[in-house]
């Protein structure tokens, strides 16, 4: 029997069908999270040089320091973890050094004093006030490639992202909450 063009079509088709496709990939170059923490890592790499190089501070340890130093009041170590999304043990070990260094100091908590909070010391204050201008230096230069309307567009935008993901958005909203 002789087979007819679209009989060559159904079994091309079948075959097909019946072989595997080739699958989707993720490009992770495209892909947005991925993305982010790239860009993340890398910028906050460019931002140690300012504290690491020059004062030995370690990123967890300069996230205590920069959480400290935005607040008016002292606050838990647990409340630093949750604002900085960095984890309690890695927050705990940053705090030991740093109270060793006399940058903070424990403060008992007036509400539950078996509670202790954590501020910076004189020393650390100094250290936050040396260093804070020179990490929006760097900030600017990363910056650089953006105009002033692209960085407000950047800003806004991940904002909207933060807020999809219900994050906290300013110092103050963490201040009044207590909690990030």
Not at 147 to 160: M, N, P, V
């Amino acid at each position: 029997m002789a087979r007819t063009s679209s009989d060559t079509a159904l079994k091309t088709r079948e075959t097909d069908e019946a072989s595997p496709r080739p699958k989707a990939r993720l490009d992770l170059f495209k892909f947005v999270p991925f993305r982010l923490n790239r860009l993340a890592a890398e910028v906050s790499s460019a931002l140690a040089v300012e504290y690491q190089e020059r004062h030995g501070l370690d990123i967890p340890a300069w996230r205590v320091i920069a959480t400290l130093g935005f607040r008016n009041d002292a606050c838990s170590a647990q409340f630093i973890s949750q604002c900085t999304r960095t984890h309690k043990s890695t927050i705990s070990r940053a705090v030991t050094t740093l109270l060793q260094e006399g940058l903070i100091e424990r403060v008992e908590n007036e509400a539950d004093r078996r509670e202790f909070r954590l501020q910076l010391t004189k020393k650390g204050r100094a250290l936050y006030e040396e260093l804070f201008p020179q990490l929006l230096r760097r900030e600017d230069e990363i910056l650089a490639c953006l105009s002033a309307q692209e960085r407000k567009q950047l800003s806004a935008l991940l904002g909207k992202i933060e807020a999809s993901l219900d994050l906290i958005q300013t110092s103050e909203e963490a201040d009044a909450k207590q909690a990030y």
